[in-house]
T-cell receptor, first 113, second 112 residues
Framework: DAGITQSPRHKVTETGTPVTLRCHQTENHRYMYWYRQDPGHGLRLIHYSYGVKDTDKGEVSDGYSVSRSKTEDFLLTLESATSSQTSVYFC????????????FGPGTRLTVL | KQEVTQIPAALSVPEGENLVLNCSFTDSAIYNLQWFRQDPGKGLTSLLLIQSSQREQTSGRLNASLDKSSGRSTLYIAASQPGDSATYLCAAFNNAGNMLTFGGGTRLMVKP
């Protein structure tokens, strides 16, 4: 594995509450990504980062924000969780350039009631 | 918008069989094509990456090919084993180099 951890691994929350998921990497990789995985939709990119304080939107960014104040941490925030955000969230990094092989974390299963 | 399709969605084969998984993409302007494996409840594991200028890549019993002009990639698994049972996903990296678009995956079961 590429030294990627995600926390929490499981979370149950209620509609309307804020939620923050953390992705932590130990190897100083520049590029980091947040995906969600849903049955029938596969994996879809939410946001990505190409450096500290440098982030951009992916395919399904509405309702999500991200922050990267340190190289090793990429945070995904749901400002006001909705049931449609129930999903499995994966963080990924690339080991070299932006288009290199992506390595994935173990995932966070989020349930919004 | 890039769309990636994998057929079949599920496949069951007896141990020892050689098999081919298919991946098609609608926009041939890709930077590379990546194949991943996902075990139940786990993250994705990278298997192979084929650059747009390459035709194929091999790793052990796995061989992936790429035909950009027809918008297709295949993953060939030789002498399948029960341990190969997993979901296999392909993903196309766009030319802008900022987005990987995934297919829905093929769920493979190799029976002993």
């Amino acid at each position: 594995d590429a030294g990627i951890t995600q926390s929490p691994r499981h979370k149950v929350t209620e509609t309307g509450t804020p939620v923050t998921l953390r992705c932590h990497q130990t190897e100083n990789h520049r590029y980091m990504y947040w995906y969600r995985q849903d049955p029938g939709h596969g994996l879809r990119l939410i946001h990505y980062s190409y450096g500290v304080k440098d982030t951009d939107k992916g395919e399904v960014s509405d309702g999500y924000s991200v922050s990267r104040s340190k190289t090793e941490d990429f945070l995904l925030t749901l400002e006001s969780a909705t049931s449609s955000q129930t999903s499995v969230y994966f963080c990924a990094i690339t080991s070299a350039g932006a288009t290199d092989t992506q390595y994935f974390g173990p995932g966070t299963r989020l349930t919004v009631l | 918008k890039q769309e990636v399709t994998q057929i079949p969605a599920a496949l069951s084969v007896p141990e020892g069989e050689n098999l081919v998984l298919n991946c098609s993409f609608t926009d041939s302007a890709i930077y590379n094509l990546q194949w991943f494996r996902q075990d139940p409840g786990k993250g994705l594991t990278s298997l192979l990456l084929i650059q747009s200028s390459q035709r194929e890549q091999t790793s052990g019993r796995l061989n992936a090919s790429l035909d950009k002009s027809s918008g297709r990639s295949t993953l060939y698994i030789a002498a399948s084993q029960p341990g190969d049972s997993a979901t296999y996903l392909c993903a196309a990296f766009n030319n802008a180099g900022n987005m990987l678009t995934f297919g829905g995956g093929t769920r493979l079961m190799v029976k002993p």
